[in-house]
């Protein structure tokens, strides 16, 4: 054990630690920085939906948002939901999109909303800022013009 | 449903899927820990959820989370207290310098490597509530894990821990894990204060925590120790108070601000290594923690992985940039390490792959980073196929770079080998006798001698003894406790080859004592390693069932790769007279030539070959080859040789009668006798039941290999299945 500390290996040890601790310095003061990652969107929101198009009209909806850095996965679901379809629903997040440049955009499926399953495929696509606790956003299903909507934070989630 | 109810049905499916997952990856040589890591995936959102939500989440509801979370961190505290447990001064043995420089260097580069790697990640797949120093000290952390305990099972499985790989292996592993802890307690505690400043109280904690561990808890249990010596058992008072320490000792690291596993690893480490204590508190103990509690912490993390996250090409790219950085940089890094200091490219290589094993540890530290929100859930996904792939990758990697011909080359402690003015002799003719009970198989031992012969210099008998372990993280598959077992099994061994007759033969059994899962495909790898002639197996069971020579017998007899002779002794002392039951196959010319070499080996022996002719079949001529080969037989063996030919509708009960005349009967796996070499066919092994002597069940592999070469001084003395026997 003795022979573990002579001069060589102590040199080895000194050089390789000072290495990797300036190196680690450099990283993390770059890191510090210069880089920024997105603000934490994610969460709960619950929607006032009785101007939103279509069959989404309703008193309200709930948008779950999860959120991994940029990337962002969620599901719409009515207001009322029992909880096995929010579990259920989590599972197999319908939307995904991105947090870019302040805004979060999310699009896909909305197998949730019972009173659009009927006829075509719907889906929908949402873009907003997220200002605090709250969402301010657009919301567009297929085809129909573009509704704006205003979601405040329930609860948040990394 | 009740929730307590709803649990207990979850965690009757998670250990049922583990089980069957664990035995799946046993037959692609992968470890259990990828069994069940897969089994957790499988029942989360990755693959249940995916094709069946509905069914997850009615077995799998959220609500139900807490309790598989604290099922599973008490599982992991238990198991991190027998990881410590096992961590063993005696690993630090073999090349210290080299080992721990190397262990450091591959620390050192993966770190390094995993923090520049967070410049590129952090934006992209983590949020502003991280600091960017804490994502980078766990990311770094990550990448430089080796799963100890993982690790130490593969070189086990491998019959590496005598080797000088395994030892330093090991070694390095152990400083690893222990390094690997460090780095992890001070990413936990940046990361909790945000800042490395703030978490300078916490690692000053710390220290003096563990100060007062390896003093004042270490001279507590050292004089628990001595007190186990004393009275020999460890009583359910003791063990509580164990298990009331480790639990304490886990909720003061949480206090601290490290994590509670970190408590539970120290008391295991501190524990005396001594053996018989530490035995006993591992038996005790990892049963129900391994069986019960570790497969619930893998479902629970399965259940928080979601492959289908990575639902873009550029996430999928992002994946394959961390499974690159974690190996090549472990790899890369421990090779160039090894290299430096000496070792060899072939142990630098195998080295750098076996450093690689990740396994449970990585899972352990992925689970903390997603609980305190440092790793978001896509990075932890990405992570989670990070240490499936390095530990699946493992075994046929080491296979590759290691391969097991080559590993007699670098045991520590070479077996004796035969020399003769200097030179090692290669045997030409082995036998390989596998011994499930010595202390019930002396007459194979003994038969095996006697075909082998007196010729001390060609000859050799290999009595092999496959030690086969049931669960991967259990105590006794602990390289340590490995060798004890080993040692134990060779000096039992040893033993019974000191009752071998004559004496001198003694000379030529060589005992191989090895650890294997898969015993039927070890022998059949050890056959080809060591150019076996013949394995003889024995097999005593007495109540014969339909499925007559199934079991490990018949998987020795479908799978190895040479000559093999099943003996199913009565109990006979004496081998003077043989009789061979003679029809045209090949298992019959084995019979044959074995018989007859027991015949050259013994010159009081005589034998008798009986050839039955069945209904209204003439009797026909012996073949030329079979003519040929008794003409070349010295006549002082060949007038020992009585060839009987008898006409009977019932060959069976005429081989039956004449077996009562005999000491042993030799017959091959011919349908004319009732055996075949697969067991499940209609015909059944009655001569196995009704044959009067010992009964030696020949089956040829080879036709090539001759039994008589070593012993008869003729060319050409093999027979085959077209040319021999009678008729043809």
């Avoid at chain 1, 630690?17 to 619950?46: C, D, M, Q, W």
């Avoid at chain 1, 996965?73 to 989590?90: D, S, W």
């Avoid at chain 2, 989370?65 to 008490?74: I, K, R």
């Avoid at chain 2, 070499?677 to 002597?693: H, P, W």
Wanted: with cysteine.
């Amino acid at each position: 054990m003795m022979s573990h500390f002579n001069l060589k290996t102590l040199t080895f040890y000194a050089v390789a630690i000072t290495s990797v601790v300036v190196l680690f310095k450099g990283v993390t003061a770059y890191g510090n920085e210069h880089l920024k990652a997105p603000p934490a969107v994610g969460g709960v929101y619950r929607i006032n939906a009785q101007s939103l198009p279509g069959c989404l009209q309703s008193d309200t909806l709930v948008l779950t948002i999860k959120q991994s850095g940029i990337y962002l996965f969620g599901f719409l679901r009515p207001g009322e939901a029992p909880p096995q379809m929010t579990t259920i629903a989590a599972e197999k997040p319908s939307l995904s999109g991105q947090f870019n440049h302040q805004q979060l955009r999310l699009n896909g499926a909305i197998p949730w909303i019972t009173r659009c399953r009927h006829g075509q495929a719907q889906q929908i696509n949402i873009q907003g800022i997220v200002q605090g606790e709250t969402l301010k956003g657009q919301i567009t299903l297929n085809s129909t013009p573009t509704a704006e909507f205003t979601a405040q934070r329930e609860t948040s989630m990394e | 449903m009740h929730t307590v109810v709803l649990v207990l049905i979850q965690v009757l499916i998670i250990i049922g899927l583990s089980r069957i997952m664990g035995l799946g990856c046993r037959v692609f040589k992968q470890p259990l820990v990828i069994g069940e890591m897969i089994a957790g995936i499988v029942l989360g959102p990755s693959l249940l959820g995916l094709v069946a939500p509905t069914l997850a989440t009615t077995l799998f509801p959220t609500e139900t989370f807490p309790f598989l979370n604290m099922l599973s961190q008490v599982g992991l505290i238990f198991f991190m207290f027998l990881i410590g447990l096992e961590l063993d001064s005696k690993y630090l043995k073999s090349n210290l310098d080299i080992a721990i420089l190397t262990s450091h260097v591959s620390i050192l580069v993966p770190f390094s490597l995993g923090s520049i790697l967070a410049l590129l990640l952090y934006p992209l797949i983590s949020n502003a509530s991280v600091a960017f120093t804490a994502f980078a000290l766990f990311l770094g952390a990550a990448m430089s894990i080796t799963a100890f305990p993982v690790l130490a099972r593969i070189i086990t499985e491998n019959n590496l821990q005598g080797t000088r790989l395994g030892t330093l292996a090991l070694t390095c592993a152990a400083v690893d894990d222990v390094t690997a802890w460090c780095l992890l307690a001070l990413a936990i505690a940046v990361t909790r204060t945000n800042s490395i400043l703030g978490a300078v109280p916490t690692i000053l904690q710390s220290l003096v925590y563990i100060g007062f561990m390896v003093t004042v808890v270490r001279w507590f249990l050292e004089n628990l120790s001595s007190q186990y010596n004393r009275t020999g058992r460890l009583s359910q008072l003791v063990l509580a108070g164990i298990y009331m320490g480790v639990v304490a000792s886990a909720l003061i690291t949480e206090l601290i601000g490290i994590h509670l596993i970190f408590g539970a690893f120290l008391l295991g480490a501190v524990m005396p290594k001594n053996p018989g204590l530490v035995r006993e508190i591992a038996q005790k103990t990892e049963d129900f923690v391994l069986t019960f509690l570790l497969p619930i912490f893998f479902a629970y993390s399965g259940l928080r992985t979601q492959i289908g996250l990575l639902n873009r090409p550029e996430l999928w790219l992002l994946c394959a940039s961390v499974v690159g950085v974690a190996i090549v940089s472990k790899y890369f890094a421990t090779y160039a390490a090894a290299r430096v200091f000496g070792i060899e490219h072939r142990e630098a290589s195998a080295l750098g792959w076996l450093m690689n094993t990740r396994g449970l540890t990585e899972l352990i530290v992925l689970n903390i980073g997603l609980s305190l929100g440092v790793i978001s859930p896509i990075l932890f996904t990405m992570l989670v196929i990070m240490a499936l792939v390095t530990t699946v990758m493992t075994a046929p990697l080491l296979e590759w770079t290691y391969p097991k011909h080559l590993n007699k080359l670098d045991v520590v402690q070479p077996e004796p080998q035969v020399e003769s003015g200097g030179e090692a002799i290669e045997p030409t003719y082995r036998v390989l006798v596998p011994v499930a009970n010595p202390s019930t198989q002396k007459g194979l031992l003994q038969l095996a001698v006697t075909i082998a012969g007196n010729d001390l210099q060609s000859v050799a008998v290999h009595p092999l003894s496959l030690i086969q372990l049931e669960e991967d993280y259990m105590f006794q598959s602990t390289p340590a406790e490995a060798d004890r077992l080993i040692q134990e099994r060779r000096l039992q061994l040893e033993a019974l080859i000191q009752t071998l007759e004559p004496a001198e033969t003694r000379f030529y059994v060589h005992p191989i004592v090895r650890i294997a899962n898969d015993v039927a495909r070890a022998t059949a790898e050890l056959v080809q390693l060591d150019r076996t002639n013949l394995i003889l197996v024995g097999w005593h069971r007495p109540a014969f069932s339909s499925n007559r020579l199934g079991g490990r017998v018949g998987q020795i007899l479908s799978t190895a790769p040479v000559d093999v002779a099943v003996f199913v002794d009565r109990g006979e002392d004496r081998l003077e007279s043989i009789l061979v039951p003679y029809a045209a196959n090949i298992h019959d010319d084995l019979a044959l030539e074995l018989a007859l070499r027991l015949l050259v080996n013994g010159e009081r022996r005589s034998l008798t070959v009986l050839g039955v002719v069945q209904g209204n079949e003439d009797f026909r001529e012996l073949s030329y080859e079979f003519r040929s080969l008794m003409e070349h037989l010295p006549s002082h063996v060949r007038d020992r040789i009585d060839i009987q030919v008898i006409q009977s509708p019932t060959p069976m009960q005429v081989v039956v009668e004449a077996s009562s005349l005999v000491d042993l009967t030799i017959a091959g796996t011919s349908r004319t006798w009732g055996i075949e070499r697969q067991t499940l066919g209609r015909y059944t092994d009655e001569l196995a039941i009704e044959c009067c002597s010992s009964l030696l069940i020949t089956r040829r592999y080879a036709q090539v290999t001759s039994h008589l070469a070593s012993v008869l001084s003729i060319p050409n003395v093999s027979l085959s299945e077209d040319e021999s026997g009678f008729g043809a």
